[in-house]
């Protein structure tokens, strides 16, 4: 018996050894690069990302994370990295009664075309918004705005405590409807850059914006270049053809910590890294099935070792350092008492290993993506832990994009900013509530929509942190998302440039303190 466990122990190491050599590999095949020459002139800065969006138009889908990362557009807040609220193109926000608000706007700021930002301007901004975009028309509730001299009046249909939050959301950019250039291949804002060019299918080209409200930017261009996989980004980075990237997997990222030449912005983030069952799927109806499954996924070990160190283990949405983030140990894989839930139930084992129930065999489909590398090393990873339980599992690769429209699959690996705006109003209806605009997985519960609800209007702060809670053991319980690890968000840039920033929110890179020597 000892023999054997030593041997057991070496095939998972050798397991994970090659699963992370897997990293390079990946990396090797797909490398496109930036295709250009090294970038060396002062004047420039050139960026690397591994998303891109179809358009930048801030109000469609979440485009807006791309103004705003860009430099190219603010909000009237904005978060710290304690994620508090800060003045950014308002100068402050007062809550006159439950559900009327004024807003004092920045004075003396400019778009991009010359021409001042109003309150008569941030008014036809918001409302353009809440025309174009549902997800946040039914996030701000905001049933008329007003314009005067210095601020604009808003009155919600409801209460609306987080108001101020979710006007910091990149969704909110304010931008000058109507400007002939504000099109979906650019955009008329305020911030320190304006968009010169967009190119749908590698990058962007940005221009130093000199007349910018809080001071002329220090680098006179940016270059975005968009890359296939994280991986070929690391290597354009080391050829020298970009001078700093974002979205570099945790192997690449471990790396960069022990290089000379290169400097990396990093704060604790609170994107996470999740298993969204989905209920169109008669086995994932099943809450015995998705505990089993819950409870084989080892999320230590994908954090210290596939993940290398790059994430913390969780088994929520929040960090514990939010307050209304519930506190509970991240649980050890346990694949006895899976196989325990699994007997009891009726999925039982046959002579093939595998478990059937009612004369069926229990086969599963997970999607894979690879977004980041280490995705489809995680879900290759749960898919050899259910086999030894019984489970059979089928992995589907696909395009990322494609996941919101997917239908046919049992689980999918998701990532997502859970607290971007510092509440977890926003997490909850977006993911959780019937009607959620990323509630991929079609979950669907009474009590939890009630809590929700609960949430959306109630202003005491103790009483949300409270209400956060409650729906943390909700869903804790009902299993509609497992929750592996929570990411710590980096950016590295050679040694050349500083002034660039990660953000807790994740929304905030290029600024004008940007600079190359």
Same mark, same amino acid.
């Given at each position: 018996?000892?023999?054997?466990?030593?041997? $057991?122990?070496?095939?998972?190491?050798?397991?994970?050894?090659?699963?992370?050599?897997?990293?390079?590999?990946?990396?090797?095949?797909s490398y496109q690069g930036a295709q250009g020459k090294t970038v060396s002139s002062r004047d420039t800065?050139?960026?690397?990302?591994?998303?891109?969006?179809?358009?930048?138009?801030?109000?469609?889908?979440? #485009?807006?994370?791309?103004?705003?990362?860009?430099?190219?557009?603010?909000?009237?807040?904005?978060?710290?990295?304690?994620?508090?609220?800060?003045?950014?193109?308002?100068?402050?926000? &007062?809550?006159?009664?439950?559900?009327?608000?004024?807003?004092?706007?920045?004075?003396?700021?400019?778009?991009?075309?010359?021409?001042?930002?109003?309150?008569?301007?941030?008014?036809?901004?918001?409302?353009?918004?809440?025309?174009?975009?549902?997800?946040?028309?039914?996030?701000?509730? %905001?049933?008329?705005?007003?314009?005067? @001299?210095?601020?604009?009046?808003?009155?919600?249909?409801?209460?609306?405590?987080?108001?101020?939050?979710?006007?910091?959301?990149?969704?909110?950019?304010?931008?000058?409807?109507?400007?002939?250039?504000?099109?979906?291949?650019?955009?008329?804002?305020?911030?320190?850059?304006?968009?010169?060019?967009?190119?749908?299918?590698?990058?962007?080209?940005?221009?130093? !914006?000199?007349?910018?409200? #809080?001071?002329?930017?220090?680098?006179?261009?940016?270059? %975005?270049?968009? !890359?296939?996989?994280?991986?070929?980004?690391?290597?354009?980075?080391?050829?020298?053809?970009?001078?700093?990237?974002?979205?570099?997997?945790?192997?690449?990222?471990?790396?960069?910590?022990?290089?000379?030449?290169?400097?990396?912005?990093?704060?604790?983030?609170?994107?996470?890294?999740?298993?969204?069952? #989905?209920?169109?799927?008669?086995?994932?109806? @099943?809450?015995?099935?998705?505990?089993?499954?819950?409870? &084989?996924? @080892?999320?230590?070990?994908?954090?210290?070792?596939?993940?290398?160190?790059?994430?913390?283990?969780?088994?929520?949405?929040?960090?514990?350092?939010?307050?209304?983030?519930?506190?509970?140990?991240?649980?050890?894989?346990?694949?006895?008492?899976?196989?325990? /839930?699994?007997?009891?139930?009726?999925?039982?084992?046959?002579?093939?290993?595998?478990?059937?129930?009612?004369?069926?065999?229990?086969?599963?489909?997970? /999607?894979?993506?690879?977004?980041?590398?280490?995705?489809?090393?995680?879900?290759?990873?749960?898919?050899?832990?259910?086999?030894?339980?019984?489970?059979?599992?089928?992995?589907?690769?696909?395009?990322?994009?494609? %996941?919101?429209?997917?239908?046919?699959?049992?689980?999918?690996?998701?990532?997502?900013?859970?607290?971007?705006?510092?509440?977890?109003?926003?997490?909850? $209806?977006?993911?959780?509530?019937?009607?959620?605009?990323?509630?991929?997985?079609?979950?669907?519960?009474?009590?939890? @929509?009630?809590?929700?609800?609960?949430?959306?209007?109630?202003?005491?702060?103790?009483?949300?942190?409270?209400?956060?809670?409650?729906?943390?053991?909700?869903?804790?319980?009902?299993?509609?998302?497992? !929750?592996?690890?929570?990411?710590?968000?980096?950016?590295?840039?050679?040694?050349?440039?500083?002034?660039?920033?990660?953000?807790?929110?994740?929304?905030?890179?290029?600024?004008?303190?940007?600079?190359?020597?």
């Amino acid at each position: 018996m000892q023999a054997f466990k030593r041997k $057991k122990g070496y095939w998972v190491k050798l397991c994970w050894a090659l699963l992370l050599a897997g990293l390079c590999l990946l990396g090797l095949r797909s490398y496109q690069g930036a295709q250009g020459k090294t970038v060396s002139s002062r004047d420039t800065v050139t960026m690397g990302y591994t998303q891109f969006p179809a358009n930048v138009d801030p109000v469609k889908e979440y #485009n807006g994370w791309f103004t705003v990362r860009y430099g190219v557009g603010e909000t009237l807040f904005k978060m710290n990295d304690q994620l508090q609220i800060q003045p950014w193109l308002a100068t402050k926000g &007062v809550q006159l009664s439950p559900l009327e608000w004024e807003i004092t706007i920045r004075q003396g700021v400019h778009f991009h075309d010359g021409s001042l930002m109003t309150p008569k301007t941030v008014k036809e901004s918001l409302e353009h918004l809440l025309a174009s975009n549902q997800r946040a028309a039914g996030e701000l509730m %905001i049933e008329q705005i007003t314009a005067t @001299d210095q601020s604009i009046r808003i009155k919600t249909k409801d209460p609306q405590p987080i108001l101020l939050n979710l006007l910091a959301d990149p969704y909110s950019t304010i931008i000058h409807v109507g400007a002939k250039e504000s099109t979906g291949k650019s955009v008329v804002a305020t911030g320190p850059y304006q968009m010169t060019a967009f190119r749908p299918e590698n990058g962007a080209s940005l221009k130093a !914006f000199h007349n910018y409200w #809080n001071g002329a930017p220090k680098v006179q261009k940016v270059e %975005i270049h968009s !890359f296939s996989d994280a991986t070929s980004m690391s290597l354009a980075l080391d050829a020298g053809e970009i001078d700093a990237a974002y979205g570099m997997p945790a192997l690449n990222l471990a790396s960069y910590r022990q290089k000379k030449g290169y400097r990396i912005s990093e704060v604790d983030g609170s994107r996470y890294l999740s298993y969204v069952y #989905n209920f169109r799927d008669p086995w994932m109806q @099943d809450k015995t099935l998705r505990k089993a499954l819950d409870l &084989v996924i @080892d999320r230590n070990t994908y954090s210290q070792s596939l993940f290398q160190k790059g994430s913390q283990a969780t088994s929520g949405p929040f960090p514990s350092r939010f307050p209304f983030a519930l506190e509970e140990p991240v649980p050890n894989a346990n694949a006895k008492e899976a196989e325990k /839930l699994l007997d009891q139930a009726g999925y039982l084992k046959k002579a093939d290993g595998f478990r059937y129930k009612d004369g069926k065999k229990v086969t599963l489909t997970a /999607l894979s993506y690879d977004r980041l590398p280490e995705i489809p090393l995680a879900v290759q990873a749960t898919q050899a832990s259910l086999k030894q339980i019984g489970i059979d599992v089928k992995i589907r690769t696909v395009e990322v994009g494609s %996941i919101a429209a997917a239908e046919d699959y049992s689980f999918t690996p998701y990532t997502m900013v859970a607290t971007p705006v510092g509440d977890p109003y926003p997490f909850f $209806k977006s993911s959780l509530a019937s009607d959620g605009s990323v509630n991929l997985g079609k979950y669907k519960s009474a009590k939890v @929509d009630r809590l929700i609800q609960a949430l959306a209007i109630e202003g005491n702060q103790e009483k949300r942190q409270e209400l956060s809670k409650d729906l943390q053991r909700e869903i804790k319980e009902d299993l509609p998302i497992s !929750f592996l690890v929570t990411f710590k968000v980096a950016v590295i840039m050679n040694d050349r440039v500083s002034g660039l920033t990660s953000s807790a929110s994740d929304y905030y890179h290029i600024t004008n303190q940007l600079k190359k020597e």
